[in-house]
């Protein structure tokens, strides 16, 4: 990845095309924000109706191990990046034989896999919550007694708290383990959260490495539903170290990408991380309205090797996450009064079934001063039907 793919070249006798593994919306937006600057794009996914695939150039619909399907996607691209950490780490290797392909097999490999997260999460220095790693029934009955209550997750394919049972006793831990049929698991100790917030950067293949602001994270049911960012948001003290600790998790693997790690702050004031996804992530849609640069549009920059320059907030912000909750039966929420509101913008993803649960966009709030942010998204909140917070 030494040359830079410029925007609107020639590559090999076609435009220059960046491709994306997985439709999703992290894929659409990475395609408009491809798109915005002169790329032509391509995306994988096996659904027709993808919400990234609706929108590029290219749609190679097969199934992510598909050999002829990652044939084709080879053929049209110049370099290839993911959306989603669980595409299976064999497809990007076979992909970076013939094609430049960021973020790299072997870190996407440890952010698909919670122990080896943790292990290099350790490795970094970084303190991570107490917990054990469960491969075996015999591994299950040594656990230590203070890793109670805890919450049960399974190893790989867990994605907003889908794959987690809490438990408090080991009867119920045992009985956890069964119900998630005894899968690869790591057991972690329930820790007094007093908030969560997550980093995101971006880092080239030459090493340099930009950051956007620490961004405050609310979670409901275990999918986030707010994010805020702005002065104060996180003390400055834990906002530092937090940046501090997601550039050397990023380092220490290498990273080529935008890579966002969470962490939790504790009731006494320390921060532990969580865990980390190597893409662009739901708490940095903030940065399509109130930086300079979006998160995606540094995933465009790491991946063509151009070059990075720190972005920066231009504008508190607030994002509200619209999950298919909020749709009435058959119709749409009140666009119109939430569009009335100043510094509101509106970004869907083109799902056309909303269900409980489904992401089905976000509204991003910007505005002057914190205060004034978050007394729109309070409005917006009330009018769309989403909990005060
Ligand atoms: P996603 O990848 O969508 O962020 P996930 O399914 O990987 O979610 P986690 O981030 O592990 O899940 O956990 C989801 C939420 O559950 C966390 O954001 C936090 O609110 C809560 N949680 C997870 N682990 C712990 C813990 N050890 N102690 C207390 N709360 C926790
Ligand atoms: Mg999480």
Redo the contacts with the bound molecule.
């Keep these: 990845m030494s040359r830079a793919i410029l925007p609107g070249s020639m590559v090999k006798g076609q435009p220059a095309t960046l491709g994306v593994m997985g439709g999703g919306q992290l894929g659409r937006m990475f395609v408009h924000a491809a798109q915005a600057m002169g790329y032509f794009t391509a995306v994988l996914d096996p659904d027709a109706a993808s919400p990234a695939g609706l929108v590029s150039h290219h749609h190679v619909q097969t199934d992510y191990l598909d050999e002829q399907g990652l044939q084709q996607l080879m053929a049209c691209c110049s370099a290839i990046t993911t959306e989603f950490e669980n595409v299976p780490a064999p497809a990007l290797r076979t992909l970076a034989a013939q094609c430049p392909v960021a973020p790299g097999a072997d870190a996407v490999a440890i952010a698909q896999d919670r122990a080896a997260e943790k292990a290099h999460f350790v490795r970094c220095g970084v303190p991570v919550?107490p917990h054990a790693v469960i491969d075996t029934s015999e591994q299950l009955a040594a656990v230590a007694d203070d890793l109670l209550p805890g919450?049960l997750?399974t190893a790989r394919m867990?994605?907003?708290?889908?794959g987690?049972i809490r438990v408090k006793t080991r009867q119920e831990l045992a009985a956890a383990w069964d119900e998630l049929k005894n899968v690869p698991c790591v057991l972690?100790?329930?820790?007094p959260?007093m908030a969560?917030c997550s980093v995101i950067v971006a880092r080239g293949a030459d090493g340099q490495m930009v950051n956007f602001p620490v961004q405050l994270n609310l979670?409901r049911e275990?999918i986030l539903a707010v994010t805020t960012v702005g002065d104060g948001a996180v003390p400055a003290d834990l906002a530092a170290q937090a940046v501090a600790a997601t550039r050397a998790i990023a380092e220490g693997i290498h990273y080529v990408g935008v890579l966002c790690v969470?962490f939790?702050i504790l009731e006494g004031g320390q921060l532990v991380v969580?865990?980390m996804a190597p893409r662009p992530h739901n708490s940095g849609h903030y940065t399509m309205n109130a930086c300079d640069q979006s998160q995606f549009e540094l995933q465009v920059r790491t991946l063509a090797g151009l070059p990075l320059t720190q972005p920066c907030q231009h504008s508190p912000a607030i994002m509200l996450n619209l999950l298919g909750d909020l749709w009435p039966e058959g119709g749409a929420p009140a666009w119109d009064k939430v569009l009335a509101l100043p510094g509101s913008h509106l970004h869907l993803y083109g799902k056309l079934s909303a269900r409980p649960g489904r992401k089905m966009g976000h509204l991003n709030i910007t505005g002057v001063t914190p205060e004034a942010v978050r007394a729109t998204a309070l409005q917006a909140a009330a009018l769309l039907g989403i909990e005060a917070f």
């Design positions: 919550a919450i997750k867990g994605y907003d708290g889908k987690q972690e100790k329930m820790l959260l969560e979670h275990g969470e939790f969580n865990e």
